[in-house]
Nanobody, 123 residues
């Protein structure tokens, strides 16, 4: 079993900052890409940012220059530093990870999700 636990969400005024964290725990061999997604009320879940194990990062256009994704491989943790927040950033933010986990046949890659953390930006 692998668990992803997010933290760091909350309420902030427009222009403010928040830092999200997501730590992976459980039994696994390795973690490849990690990322953050978000889902606003009435909208589909969308990709915010991803980072590979080699720390190559990609961002959706709407957050470029404002958000920074990073990771600590030794701690199996991914972070999302969010600056210059806007009301349209309000959403539940979910952590995602591609994890190499043990199976009866040996091992396999699986996609895991956290339960989400609410980010609310007031105008």
């Amino acid at each position: 079993q692998v668990q992803l636990a997010e933290s760091g969400g909350g309420l902030v005024q427009a222009g403010g900052s928040l830092r999200l964290s997501c730590a992976a725990s459980g039994t696994f061999f390795s973690i490849d890409a990690m990322g953050w997604y978000r889902q606003a009320p009435g909208k589909q879940r969308e990709l915010v940012a991803t980072v590979t194990r080699a720390r190559r990062a990609d961002y959706t256009d709407s957050v470029k220059g404002r958000f920074t994704i990073s990771r600590n491989n030794a701690k199996n943790t991914v972070y999302l530093q969010m600056n210059s927040l806007k009301p349209e950033d309000t959403a539940v933010y979910y952590c995602n990870a591609a994890v190499l986990a043990p199976t009866r046949a040996g091992s396999g890659w699986y996609d895991y999700w956290g339960r989400g953390t609410q980010v609310t930006v007031s105008s």
